[in-house]
């Protein structure tokens, strides 16, 4: 299954000049994850990749990865209510899983034991186990 990333978001939010990929669904169907270049989402200034989450019940779109953060490909994932949200970063060149609970913006970083950053990630639908 897949997703028209632009042709969901509305309400003056856009995805135009960025190229989404990887989205997610959580399993209640309410929010919508993705891994995108674009420069004119959300903020000025950004550039690399970031992850959003798109409220398809408000219509909104927020950054969930901070701007400090380049973000790789190993795509996000998100839980079964859509309040936690996985996804791999590098920082000063070292690898890191983030899990980052949207609710209550607690953000933990993993830094795996091995040189390269995991290509799947994996919340199970209760966000108790991350498979890598």
Same mark, same amino acid.
Request: hydrophobic share 35%; charged share 15%; net charge negative.
């Given at each position: ?5 632009? #042709? ?5 939010? @856009?995805?135009?000049?960025g190229? !989404? ?13 993705? +891994? ?7 903020? $000025?200034?950004?550039t690399?990749? *970031? ?5 398809r #019940? $408000? ?6 990865? =901070? ?8 795509? /996000?994932? +998100? ?9 791999? +970063? ?5 690898p890191? %899983?983030?899990?980052?609970? &949207?609710?209550?913006? @607690?953000?933990?970083? %993993?830094s !795996?034991?091995?040189?390269? &950053? !995991?290509?799947?990630?994996?919340? #199970? /639908?209760?966000?108790?186990? =991350? *498979?890598?």
């Open positions: 299954m897949t997703f028209d990333v632009a #042709s969901m978001v509305s309400s003056g939010t @856009t995805v135009a000049n190229t !989404p990929s990887f989205e997610r669904l959580s399993g209640n169907g309410q929010y919508l994850v993705w +891994i995108s270049d674009s420069t004119d989402q959300i903020g $000025t200034g950004w690399g990749y *970031a992850v959003y989450r798109y409220d #019940s $408000t219509h909104t779109v927020a950054r969930l990865s =901070l701007s400090t953060e380049a973000v790789d490909f190993a795509g /996000p994932d +998100i839980s079964e209510n859509g309040n936690t949200v996985t996804y791999a +970063i590098t920082r000063s060149g070292n890191y %899983i983030e899990v980052l609970d &949207v609710t209550g913006g @607690t953000r933990v970083e %993993i !795996p034991s091995a040189a390269a &950053v !995991p290509t799947r990630l994996r919340l #199970s /639908p209760d966000a108790s186990t =991350l *498979a890598v």
